[in-house]
């Protein structure tokens, strides 16, 4: 099984970005131990290039069987259209907030 993690990159620090994901990385080794996480922090975005990021990530989650939205994605561009195009493609999606 390959996940996606979607969260919010854009406003946030390096150490916030990687500290979100060794969380749910941690959340979700325990609840699928077998997985494979595909890495999805694409950094150096901003906002004259954030559409450019976003389909870089976009490709990245065609190959996942199942997308985690993260808990504090609520006020992020990406994170709503990464959700958005999962749904529409029918992938999984689960909330960060069922791993716990």
């Given amino acids: 099984m390959k996940i996606f993690i ?5 406003g946030k ?3 916030e970005i990687f500290a979100t994901r ?3 990385v941690s959340k979700l080794h325990t609840k699928y131990p077998d997985a ?6 694409i950094l150096g975005g901003n906002d004259t290039n954030d559409i450019k990021y976003l389909g870089l990530t976009l ?6 069987d ?4 993260a808990k504090d994605r609520a006020n992020s561009k990406g994170c709503q259209v990464e959700q958005y195009v999962a749904t529409i493609y029918n992938k999984e999606i689960i ?3 069922e791993l716990d």
């Fill in 95 to 97: 909330e960060e907030s």
């Fill in 59 to 64: 490709n990245l989650m065609a190959d996942a």
């Fill in 22 to 24: 060794k969380n749910i």
């Fill in 6 to 10: 979607s969260q919010p990159i854009t």
């Fill in 36 to 41: 494979t996480i595909i890495n999805s922090i």
């Fill in 66 to 69: 199942l997308v985690v939205m």
């Fill in 13 to 15: 620090s390096n150490s």
